[in-house]
Each structure stands twice: as C-alpha cells, then as structure tokens.
C-alpha cells in the first residue's frame, strides 16, 4: 500500500514511520504524497483516536531530499505543492499528533515535528533548523510556529546560526514535552500515544481549535469561543463519563464521543 511510509492502527494509535532509513527518512515525492493520504485515513477512521509519527532507523527526518531538486525549481511552486498541504491537513486535524522523535530532526524534519500537537523524544534525538546551511529559508510552518513555542529572539537564532540542539535542551526549552530513555524509547513512546488515544478525542479537537485560533483573537471573542467550544463538549458522551467516573470514584473509560 506504501513504499515509503510505514501504516499501523493499535489500540486507537495510527502509527505513522517515515521509511527511508537510508535516506535518514528525508522527504521525496512519493513520500509527501504517501504521508498526506496517510493523515487523512487517520482522520476518518474511527478507530484511530490518535497519531503517532516517528521514523524508522536512526533519523526522524532529515528534511527534503536534495536529490529531488535542481537549479531550475521554483520553491515557491514546490511548497505549495507538497509541504503545505500536509502541514495544513496536521493543522485542521481533529486528532491529537504525537511527533515522536527516534532521532534527527532537521530542516523541514524539524518543522514537521513544530507541526505536531505534541512532542516526544529519544535521548538520541536532536534538532536542527538546518535550512541556512543550504541558502534558504525556513518553511512547512517554521516561522509560525517556532517563535510561538520558544520566542521571537531564540527562534532568531536557530533560523540563523542552524546549530544542533540535543534532546535535552530541545526539553529545557519546552519544544519537546517528554524524553525517554533509549533503550525503552519503543515502549514509552506507544504508551504515550496510547495514552492519549484513551482520552476525550471530541474535546481534544475542540482544544486544538480554540488554541489555533486564541492568538489573532481578543479577549470578548475568545471568551465566546470557550463558550460555544464548552456547550458542545458540554454535551458529549464523554463529559458524561467524566462526571459518572468523577462521582463514582474510578477512573473514566472515555469513548471518544
């Protein structure tokens, strides 16, 4: 069904591998194309009640393969062709995406992880905002939101001075939500997502939305966004549970619904 990704769906997780290890799982045609359908299978499935992307070998993902492009390339074109549309589609999507990180990060590796609702990592892992290295700018979201998660001057220096963060500063900064030991990466990070494919789905989508759309917004209408994003949680089958279990004293067993 694929070639360069790998496809799994376990206990609510769709387990996502970039898979070319070779190729430190850099980005080319078919996997741009193979990822989007994957995101969206994800999203329709209701099975799936979280997503975890992560990478095979020792790289998450090392960005785009440079193999694939020439001197002749309009990147303009060649962004709102193939990055854009899958950044857009990890934006809209109604799932929380787990980006956990198995090792490097760069270029548009590393934006593909900012793009994630929440980060991961391997004590192995590190990032890097390697676009200046190659003449260019960074892009797949990295100006939008870099800055927002570490601040204006930190971002500043990672889009100019594209040096090699380690996973424990990438924590430190707040980039990266949990770090996992090596040798137990595996299991920790599947648990991880697991987790989060056991909590309330329709009120984690309704969370990614209101946060996406606080930061152009005023006070009064963020106000009235968590107004009319509290009555239809309000009324899900989860807050139900929530209330039951929560009276009951046991933990809930949410539905997702």
């Known amino acids: 069904m694929y070639e360069t990704i790998l496809y799994e769906v376990k206990n609510g997780t769709a387990i996502i591998t970039l898979n070319r290890p070779e190729k430190l799982n850099s980005f080319n045609a078919a996997m741009h194309a193979e990822l989007l359908k994957a995101l969206k299978s994800a999203g329709r499935d209701k099975k799936v009640r979280s997503i975890m992307i992560t990478g095979a070998g020792r790289a998450f993902c090392a960005g785009q393969d440079l193999s694939e492009v020439d001197g002749d390339t309009d990147y303009g074109d060649f962004l709102r062709a193939s990055y854009n549309p899958l950044i857009e589609e990890m934006s809209r999507m109604e799932k929380p995406i787990v980006a956990a990180v198995n090792g490097t990060a760069a ?15 391997s004590e192995k892992a590190s990032f890097m905002n390697a676009f200046i290295h190659v003449g260019l700018v960074p892009d797949s979201g990295n100006f939008y939101y870099l800055p927002r998660m570490v601040g204006h001057s930190k971002a500043m220096e990672f889009m100019l001075l ?19 030991p090596a040798d137990s990466w595996e299991q920790e990070a599947a648990a991880f997502a697991e987790k989060l494919a056991g909590m309330p789905t329709k009120t984690i989508g309704l969370i990614k939305r209101n946060l996406q759309q606080s930061w152009d917004a005023t006070l009064s209408e963020v106000l009235e966004k968590e107004a009319l994003a ?7 089958k989860d807050h139900k549970e929530g209330v039951s279990a929560f009276l009951e004293k046991r933990p809930p067993r949410f539905s997702g619904k």
Do not use: N, P, Y
């Open 230 to 236: 509290q009555r239809i949680a309000g009324m899900s």
């Open 162 to 180: 594209g040096e090699k963060v380690s996973a424990t500063e990438a924590k430190e900064l707040g980039l990266v939500s949990k770090l996992f």
């Open 107 to 121: 270029g548009a590796g590393f934006s593909l992880a900012l793009a994630a609702d929440i980060r991961i990592a």
